[in-house]
């Protein structure tokens, strides 16, 4: 069964630091990766979608990387904002189903 | 609809009651899916569907949980005979195509207590 883990659990930084999170994966042989983020009491926002076949994708101040081979995925988000803290969750496809980390708590203090 | 929409967004049940989850997904996603979310936990899986046909239900913790998607649009999950342990939220996805290559957009999900 694929298991996936991010760290750290938590991270809190001040405000526009840059910061790296982390995810990785034990099965290499996904489809894709996605991440996103929750606030409290949400649903799952998406921020990035990156293929398989891909390496990377950018959004605004946010670039994730995808080592497929090494199963590993990191989201660096430049500047950082009070408005960026929430919880980060990745999530790798295998087939019917996503399989998710238990996510990072990031507190960016102002 | 604009995007993926779940009711009720609350919802206290009495051990022993039977309740039904709605989803509304996004006008014309082919994939629904629905998940389960403890506190401080990530998502588990439940079920999968492709138009009406649920293709995996292998996340189903007991036969109490029954999901159907019975037009391919929306999809009702019940539980039955609730117990304290299926306090969660329950998010639903869904994405256009199947889960290769498609994004996948959550709703605000349904948080169950069961008192």
């Known amino acids: 069964k694929q298991e996936v883990t991010q760290i750290p659990a938590a991270l809190s930084v001040p405000e526009g630091e840059n910061l790296v999170l982390n995810c990785s994966f034990t099965d290499s042989a996904i489809y894709n990766l996605q991440w996103f983020r929750q606030d409290p009491g949400k649903g799952l926002t998406s921020l990035l979608l990156i293929q398989s076949s891909q390496r990377e994708q950018t959004s605004g101040r946010l670039n994730a990387s995808l080592d497929k081979s090494s199963g590993r995925s990191t989201l660096y988000i430049a500047a950082s904002q009070p408005g960026d803290s929430a919880t980060y969750l990745c999530a790798v496809s295998t087939g019917n189903q996503f399989y998710f980390g238990t996510g990072t708590s990031l507190t960016v203090i102002p | 609809g604009a995007g993926v929409s779940q009711s009720p967004r609350y919802k206290v049940a009495k051990r022993g009651q039977d309740v039904a989850l709605r989803c509304d997904p996004i006008s014309g996603h082919v994939s629904l899916f629905w998940y389960q979310q403890a506190l401080g936990q990530g998502p588990e899986f439940l079920t999968y569907f492709q138009n009406e046909a649920q293709l995996d239900k292998s996340g189903l913790p007991s036969d109490r949980f029954f999901a159907e998607r019975p037009e391919g649009s929306v999809s009702t999950l019940k539980i039955q005979r609730t117990q304290q342990e299926d306090s969660a939220v329950y998010l639903c996805?869904?994405?256009?195509?199947?889960?290769?290559?498609?994004?996948?957009?959550f709703g605000q999900g349904t948080r169950l207590t069961v008192v």
């Open positions: 996805a869904s994405s256009l195509w199947g889960w290769e290559n498609t994004e996948a957009f």
